[in-house]
C-alpha cells in the first residue's frame, strides 16, 4: 500500500487555477510535512517563470523537454530557506492541458531527485534512517482535473514509482502546534595554520559543522523537563481504553518531530544565514580583508509571516538596508503568494548579529574572559560566529491542544 497524502483544500484550489497562459506546462513544488503514517501538504507553489513564452497548447508534448531542470532546483533552494524547522519540500507538480503520459513521468522523476539534492546539499544534518524516504511527483491535467499521483524513494536512484493516495481536508494547515525558542550563538573558531590560508566562507562552514554536532547532542527539553522516550509528551495526556499501543507511537511520533524540527530549524537558520552573507559579498564584489586587518560583518536577519488562518509561518532573511517592499516582493516570487508588509515579524533585535575574523594572540575577539582553546595554537586567527537568534519557530502536527516550550543548548 502505497503512502497517503492529506491535502490542505487550498492547495487543490491553487493547481485549479494555475493558468498556463500558452505554456506547454507549469511546474512547481509541495510543501509540507512528514510523518511515519501519512505526509501532510499544506502549499504548493509555482517555479517562476524564467523569462516569458510564447507556446501554443497543440505543441504541449513537444515543448516538455524544455524544463529548466537547473532554474527549478534553484528555486527549490530558495524556497526550502523559506521553511521553518518540521517543514520540507515533499515533492514537485507539474500541470498540463493533457492527462498524464510517460514522458511527464520521466521529466517528474528527474525533477525531484534533483530537487531533493539541491534541498539537502547544504544542510548540516543528515536525515536519519528511520525518516521517511518517499518524495512524491504529482501531475494535475488543467482539462480534465485529473491527477497522477507516486512517490520515489530518494535514497534509491533505481527505484521504481509507487502509487500515492491525495486526500484534500479542508483547514488542515490549522492543526499545527507552533513552537518557540531563543537560543544565542556564540562561536569561536581557533585555525590552524593550514586553515589560515582557507576563505571566510570556508573556515566558517568548517566551524558550523562542528557546532552542528554540539546542537544535535543537545539536551532537549519538554515544559523544562527530559521526558523519557515511553511516556506521555504532556502531562495529563490520556489514554482510551481502547488504542493504547496507537495512542502511544501517536505521542513519540510527535515527540520525535518536534526535536528533530526544532533541532533543524536552529541549524538550517543560522547556516542559511551565513549563506546568503557570502552570496550578498559574492554578488556585491566585496573582497575578504587581510590576515592583518580584522573582518566585519553582519548577518541578515530573520523575518516570519503567518499563513492566513494557521499559526504556520514562512520565513525570510533580511538585510538592514532592504525595504519591506523588497520583503514581499520576494515572497511573492518564490512562494507565490502576496503578503501585507503589516504581517512581516523580524525575530531578532537589530545588530546582534555578525561574523567576524581577525589576527590575534587571544582565541577570543573581544572578551579575554572567553574560553581559551585547550590545544596551544602559535599564530591564531579566531572566526567568532555571534548570533542572538531570537524567537525561532518550528512546526509539528497536532495532536494535542496544549502548547510546549523548549530549551535546546549543548553540552
Known amino acids: ?46 517555479t517562476p517563470p524564467k523569462e516569458k513564452q510564447n507556446e501554443s ?25 523559506m521553511l521553518p524547522g518540521g517543514l520540507l519540500v515533499l515533492g514537485v507538480f507539474i500541470i498540463t492541458a493533457l492527462e ?68 484534500y481536508q479542508n483547514g488542515l494547515s490549522a492543526s499545527w502546534l507552533s513552537l518557540e525558542c531563543t537560543v544565542y550563538i556564540n562561536i569561536h573558531v581557533p585555525l590552524s595554520t593550514t586553515s589560515i590560508s582557507y576563505t571566510l566562507e570556508k573556515n566558517t562552514k568548517n566551524g558550523l559543522a562542528r557546532w552542528a554536532k554540539q546542537i544535535e547532542n543537545g539536551i532537549y ?7 523519557d522516550e515511553d511516556c506521555d509528551l504532556l502531562e495529563g495526556q490520556k489514554k482510551s481504553s481502547r488504542g493504547n499501543t496507537q495512542a502511544a507511537n501517536h505521542s513519540f511520533d510527535i515527540r520525535v518531530l518536534t526535536q528533530l524540527a526544532m533541532k533543524r530549524d536552529i541549524l538550517n537558520t543560522v547556516a542559511d544565514r551565513c549563506e546568503i552573507l ?24 530573520r523575518v516570519f509571516v503567518p499563513i492566513p488562518g494557521s499559526t504556520v509561518m514562512l520565513c525570510d532573511y533580511k538585510f538592514g538596508d532592504e525595504s519591506a517592499e523588497e520583503i514581499r516582493d520576494h515572497f511573492l516570487e518564490m512562494l507565490d503568494r502576496m503578503i501585507q508588509i503589516e504581517d512581516l515579524e523580524i525575530a531578532e533585535e537589530i545588530n546582534t548579529a555578525c561574523i567576524s575574523s581577525s589576527m590575534d594572540t587571544e582565541a577570543s575577539l573581544d ?45
Open 1 to 46: 500500500m502505497g503512502r497517503t497524502y492529506i491535502v490542505e483544500e487550498t492547495v487543490g484550489q491553487y493547481l485549479s487555477n494555475v493558468n498556463l497562459q500558452g505554456k506547454a506546462f507549469v511546474s512547481g513544488l509541495l510543501i509540507g510535512q512528514c510523518s511515519s503514517q501519512k505526509d501532510y501538504v499544506i502549499l504548493a507553489t509555482r
Open 57 to 81: 497548447p497543440t505543441h504541449s508534448k513537444a515543448k516538455l523537454d524544455n524544463l529548466d531542470e537547473e532554474w527549478a532546483t534553484e528555486h527549490a533552494h530558495q524556497v526550502s530557506r
Open 100 to 167: 498524464m503520459g510517460s514522458e511527464f513521468q520521466n521529466t517528474l522523476r528527474r525533477l525531484v531527485f534533483a530537487v531533493e539534492k539541491s534541498v539537502n546539499k547544504k544542510r548540516l544534518w543528515n536525515f536519519t534512517e528511520e525518516e521517511v524516504s518517499e518524495r512524491v511527483i504529482l501531475h494535475f491535467c488543467s482539462s480534465t482535473k485529473k491527477i497522477f499521483c507516486r512517490t520515489y524513494d530518494i535514497h534509491d536512484p533505481k527505484s521504481s514509482a509507487k502509487p500515492a493516495d491525495w486526500k
Open 221 to 227: 527539553l519538554i515544559n523544562g523537563q527530559v521526558k
Open 278 to 301: 557570502f552570496e550578498d559579498l559574492l554578488l556585491n564584489e566585496i573582497p575578504e580583508k587581510k590576515d592583518s586587518e580584522k573582518e566585519f560583518h553582519i548577518l541578515p536577519h
Open 367 to 411: 572578551n579575554p574572559d572567553d574560553e581559551q582553546p585547550k590545544q596551544p595554537i602559535k599564530t591564531t586567527i579566531v572566526l567568532k560566529i555571534q548570533q542572538n537568534i531570537g524567537v525561532i519557530a518550528a512546526f509539528a502536527v497536532a495532536a494535542l491542544a496544549a502548547g510546549i516550550s523548549f530549551h535546546c543548548f549543548s553540552d
